[in-house]
């Protein structure tokens, strides 16, 4: 089993910067992805970003690009994604999720369909007023 849990979320003005983090503890796998998902009411859940392990290759969706960054921190066996410039467009709840699959690159991670994630958090949310 491995449980992922989200924190970071919380109020912020439009422009400001948060930092979310994914905490991942339990089991280990040799290769897997790491995916930002956020998600509002009555919208389509939507990929924000994911990173692999173990090469840390990266990619963060257009909608996003220039203003989130992932990383990750393997002795803390943390992911972050770190938001700038925020909008109030981007107030959403915000998920991770992980995919355990053998030479997964960026691409994969960024199409595959949500059932194909094996471990999701809880969530946190992120609003962002005008």
């Known amino acids: 089993q491995v449980q992922l849990v989200e924190s970071g979320g919380g109020l912020v003005q439009a422009g400001g910067s948060l930092r979310l983090s994914c905490v991942v503890s339990g089991r280990t796998f040799s290769s897997y992805a790491i995916n930002w998902f956020r998600h509002t009411p009555g919208q389509e859940r939507e990929f924000v970003a994911t990173?692999?392990?173990?090469?840390?290759?990266?990619y963060v969706a257009d909608s996003v690009k220039g203003r989130f960054t992932i990383s990750r921190d393997n002795a803390k066996n943390t992911v972050y994604l770190q938001m700038n410039n925020l909008k109030p467009e981007d107030t959403a709840d915000y998920y991770c999720a992980s995919l355990v699959r053998d030479g997964i690159t960026p691409a994969q991670a960024m199409g595959a369909a949500f059932d194909e994630f094996d471990y999701w958090g809880p969530g946190t949310q992120v609003i962002v007023s005008s």
């Open positions: 990173i692999t392990w173990p090469g840390g290759d990266t």
